[in-house]
């Protein structure tokens, strides 16, 4: 059975899955799917996955084209310490929260700030629009503040002193607008650096080295 | 140990919820908090639920703000069947990848369509604004399409001859637009029609019936 993943690490939930099989030594065969080339709206990735979105996870027959569901599945079946998506069912409801709430929450703002800050101005060639990015950067805030006083209420980690697969995707998530030059919350910095210690600070850069390049106009 | 649910049925997730503890058999406290009267944004349920939203779920101290991980914990939970969020790893991963999807797809654009239809034209006593609510409907339209080719694929339900907990999710939002008077296509009907005989009617109907008398204009 071959594990597949096609990854651009420019994405956020790209890295998660692939931090997680690395942190995890699961073997993988990885594919890049060039965004910044358009190569996932493009044969042969469009007939791997309809909505020409990465990352897509293949395990043997088992196509996932979404990344919670993905890093869900990844953690229960391959690793072995049970740590990254415990099965207490209480302790695994709040990593599911967090998977839920942060659709439309971390994610969603984000990237509005990495979107219209970075990227769409780099396909436009014109200056980003400061309103719309300001209206996400507010919501960030608010975004950073109940992650802060909820998700975490003081624990080193969403589900108390070891981390989940929800604090790998909310790290990913927020080192995106941070990349973009928006200043996070100090909580929010400690957060990450917890995050980036127990992951290994040299894994966590390599991953997030080439979003960092982009942001600052390189690849 | 007591089950709380803080619901009002006009919401697709609070529905959700409400129909799986009803549908296993599982013994519930109703608190019902109504959207219209405005009783999610103030005390004592914002006291609750922070987020100011419904349903939240209270299972003795554990408290879940999040309706698909609420979902997933009590059919992991209190179904005794195992068919509603089956352990099976691969199939698991299916219902997690609707439930993930579903976020930024069936929810937002049937919320998109039901909210600038009937509830934003009803607050402001003003006409729907047609330009938005027309290209919630297109997107539906296209959320339709994807459901059927790639998530039923010619199966009777999502994961394949039983529903479980995505098929239940999915049916509640898309009841929304129809609600609203959205056409939706004959494929979706006839999952609709499939979820309802599993659930049976006379339940499935009752459940529908605040939304169904919401969009009518009476309450």
């Not at 079946?77 to 942060?102: H, M, T």
């Not at 209206?135 to 992650?147: D, P």
Request: net charge negative; glycine share 6%.
């Amino acid at each position: 059975m071959v594990l597949t993943l096609y990854v651009d690490y420019v994405s956020q939930p790209a890295r998660a899955v692939g931090i997680l099989c690395k942190v995890t030594n699961t073997p993988f065969e990885e594919k890049t799917v060039s965004l910044v080339k358009g190569e996932h709206v493009q044969k042969p990735f469009s007939d791997v996955n309809p909505f020409k979105k990465i990352p897509a996870v293949k395990d043997g027959d088992l196509l996932i084209l979404e990344s919670c569901a993905a890093i869900r599945y990844l953690a229960a079946k391959y690793d072995g310490s049970g740590k990254w998506y415990p099965s207490d069912l209480a302790v695994r409801c709040k990593v599911d929260e967090y998977l839920d709430w942060q659709h439309a929450n971390t994610r969603a703002h984000g990237v509005g700030i990495y979107f219209n800050k970075i990227l769409l101005p780099a396909m436009k060639k014109t200056e980003p629009d400061m309103e719309v990015v300001s209206k996400h950067e507010k919501e960030m805030a608010r975004v950073e503040e109940q992650f802060a006083s909820y998700f975490l209420a003081s624990k080193p980690f969403i589900t108390g002193d070891s981390p989940t697969i929800a604090d790998l995707v909310a790290a990913v998530e927020l080192e995106q607008p941070k990349a973009a030059g928006y200043k996070l919350a100090k909580a929010t910095e400690e957060f990450l650096a917890r995050v980036r210690d127990e992951i290994g600070a040299e894994l966590y850069d390599e991953m997030h080295g080439p979003v960092r390049a982009l942001a600052k106009g390189g690849e």
